[in-house]
């Protein structure tokens, strides 16, 4: 994984938490916790962290990881401005895997990214499915609120992890 997740994650749980709860995580992770933005650094260290951070502030892992995804998608607004040009959550989302995966692509070649597939779409909803070798779909769903929150809107974001590859519906509420 990149290692501006793993930067922002710190600093969110930081933020959430504070920092001796960030010492209570890397302590009962067992790693260094030194991490820069440019490494790269195994899914198995970040899914270590958010287990400890869950024995120590008592929060589900999916929770903890939804959260953060919410985080997250405001960092990126901050460093890939190119975000503007999309004028909705819907909009954003149709346009993941054809022109951000790509841009990201374009900055960290050996980025492992999600795919969706979108398997229905209206005005009022999307159904994808999320195909990963990572269980992060709480993080595509946290990153999906996190868009709506950018955009003022209200959505709802199920996760059927059932069904395989899982899959994810968002619906626009209005209102």
């Known amino acids: 994984m990149k290692g501006v997740v793993f930067t922002e994650f710190m600093e969110f749980v930081e933020n959430k938490y504070g920092f001796d709860a960030v010492d209570a995580m890397i302590e009962a992770s067992g790693l260094s916790g030194v991490y820069t933005q440019a490494g790269n650094y195994p899914f198995e260290e970040m899914l270590a962290l958010v ?75 999307i159904v994808l499915q999320y195909i990963s070798k990572k269980p992060l779909h709480a993080l595509a769903k946290g990153l999906m609120l996190g868009a709506a929150a950018y955009y003022k809107e209200n959505i709802t974001v199920t996760i059927d992890t059932n069904k395989n590859p899982t899959e994810i519906e968002i619906i626009k509420n209005n209102g």
């Open 51 to 125: 287990v400890a951070l869950s024995k120590e502030v008592n929060v589900e892992v999916m929770d903890l990881v939804e959260a953060y995804g919410v985080h997250l998608f405001s960092i990126l607004v901050t460093l890939y401005p190119h975000i503007d040009k999309f004028t909705s959550t819907f909009d954003i989302i149709a346009h993941v895997d054809n022109i951000i995966h790509p841009e990201v692509q374009k900055l960290y070649p050996d980025a492992d990214l999600p795919s969706f597939r979108t398997l229905e779409q209206s005005e009022n909803k």
